[in-house]
Nanobody, 122 residues
Framework: QVQLVESGGGLVQAGGSLRLSCAAS????????MGWFRQAPGKEREFVAA????????NYADSVKGRFTISRDNAKNTVGLQLNSLKPEDTAVYYC???????????????WGQGTQVTVSS
């Protein structure tokens, strides 16, 4: 069992930056692939980024590639998402998730946080 709690969301102007963090409970955190997803009002939850259990491999959605960076610290049971060059279309609730691997689809994850709101103004 893994419990996830996101933090770091907020309101930022276009072009600005934010850093999201996800704190995980449980002794087996380092065995999970971790992902970040987002959901805007009226839209389906979509993949943003994912990282392997070791942190050695990562995947990104094309829409955020080159702007967002995912990282993890297994000693601290945390996974982070650095958001740079933010755009209004990045506005959404951002969720972290834990699963057996670092895949790019919702069904590949077993545990989810409650989400943190990111709002980018133009």
């Amino acid at each position: 069992q893994v419990q996830l709690v996101e933090s770091g969301g907020g309101l930022v102007q276009a072009g600005g930056s934010l850093r999201l963090s996800c704190a995980a409970s449980g002794r087996t955190f380092s065995s999970y692939g971790m992902g970040w997803f987002r959901q805007a009002p009226g839209k389906e939850r979509e993949f943003v980024a994912a990282i392997s259990w070791s942190g050695g491999s990562a995947n990104y959605a094309d829409s955020v590639k080159g702007r967002f960076t995912i990282s993890r610290d297994n000693a601290k049971n945390t996974v982070g998402l650095q958001l740079n060059s933010l755009k209004p279309e990045d506005t959404a609730v951002y969720y972290c998730a834990a699963g057996a691997s670092y895949v790019d689809y919702v069904g590949g994850y077993d545990y989810w946080g409650q989400g943190t709101q990111v709002t980018v103004s133009s």
